[in-house]
């Protein structure tokens, strides 16, 4: 599967923004979905997972209550909403797929087969 991420930009502390994710094949709709993030000099992290149906998400501690991750498998897409958006959320962020196990949440990057681009998010204080 191919992966497009988009809807990243520059925006200021407080703000929202929300990221696409966008995917090829009609597999799109069996496969668990996820998004990591990394920063310069960071290591990538987990920052939300979604199952192949919606039924179950997973958030990162330090995103937890203002990231929300949905899916619109008629549109093979996955968004994530970002509210109240942090100078220490400026990363690149990425989205993933899994073929296995879709019904599961994982955040372990490992597990993910199919990896998008990024899409590049910039919060300034």
């Known amino acids: 599967v191919q992966l497009q991420a988009s809807g990243g930009g520059l925006v200021q502390a407080g703000d929202s923004l929300r990221l696409s994710c966008g995917g090829s094949?009609?597999?799109?709709?069996?496969?668990?979905m996820a998004w990591f993030r990394q920063a310069p000099g960071k290591e990538r992290e987990f920052v939300a997972a979604?199952?192949?149906?919606?039924?179950?998400?997973w958030y990162a501690d330090s995103v937890k209550g203002r990231f929300s991750v949905s899916r619109d498998n008629t549109k093979n897409t996955v968004s994530l909403q970002m509210n109240s958006l942090k100078p220490e959320d400026t990363a690149r962020y990425y989205c993933?797929?899994?073929?296995?196990?879709?019904?599961?949440?994982?955040?372990?990057?490992?597990?993910?087969?199919?990896w998008g681009q990024g899409t590049q998010v910039t919060v300034s204080s």
């Open positions: 979604i199952s192949w149906n919606g039924g179950r998400t």
């Open positions: 094949g009609r597999a799109f709709s069996s496969y668990a």
């Open positions: 993933a797929a899994r073929g296995d196990y879709p019904g599961t949440v994982v955040d372990d990057a490992s597990m993910y087969h199919w």
